[in-house]
Structures are given as C-alpha cells and as structure tokens.
C-alpha cells in the first residue's frame, strides 16, 4: 500500500517562508513524479509544482520565482520551499502520484498566512 503524508503547514506572517514535506512510503521501486496542489475555501484545487524522477520541474505561474521544489529519493521525500507567502497562498496543500495508474493523495497541510 502507497501512502503520501504532508507535514509542515502552519501559521505564517505575509512575507514568511514555510516548508512541506511529501513522504512516500509503501512498496515503491521506482522513483515517481510527485505533483503539489492547494485548495483554498471555496475555489477548485489548483495545481503549485511538481517534479519527476529526472528532477525536472514544473511550476503555476502564481508561485514561480517563489517556490521551489526538490526531491531526497534516499527519503522518498518531496519538499516544497516556499518563499515570500501572500495571504492569497492560504489554502490546504496536498501531494499527489500516480503509480501504475494509481492515483495516490495525502491527507493535506493547511498553510496560512495571515497577519
């Protein structure tokens, strides 16, 4: 069974950097593209960034110049470093894989950013 846990949401003042985590467990023996998304109250789930096995990246427009993406495949753990957080980053953030055409969700972080 694949499991995806988040860590490290919280309360942030407009300006302030947070860090999240994706840890990746269960019986994987390739490394997956792993794909961060937030919702915020009353909007769709959006995409944020994601990263694959080559360490490419992808990001939305809205988070480029301030988030980064990087992956430890020695901890099958994604990290997403956000920088400069707007009150508008305020959502729950989720990561998500596809494995063998599974599609695997965490249970979410929620990050806030308010004054």
């Known amino acids: 069974q694949v499991q995806l846990v988040e860590s490290g949401g919280g309360l942030v003042q407009p300006g302030g950097s947070l860090r999240l985590s994706c840890a990746v467990s269960?019986?994987?023996?390739?490394?997956?593209?792993i794909t961060w998304y937030r919702e915020a109250p009353g909007k769709e789930r959006e995409f944020v960034a994601n990263?694959?096995?080559?360490?490419?990246?992808n990001f939305a427009d809205s988070v480029k110049g301030r988030f980064t993406i990087a992956r430890d495949n020695a901890k099958n753990t994604v990290y997403l470093q956000m920088n400069s957080l707007k009150p508008e980053d305020t959502a729950v953030y989720y990561c998500?894989?596809?494995?063998?055409?599974?599609?695997?969700w965490g249970q979410g972080t929620q990050v806030t950013v308010s004054s």
């Open positions: 269960g019986k994987i023996s390739s490394i997956y593209p």
């Open positions: 990263i694959f096995s080559s360490a490419g990246t």
């Open positions: 998500k894989t596809v494995i063998r055409g599974t599609i695997y």
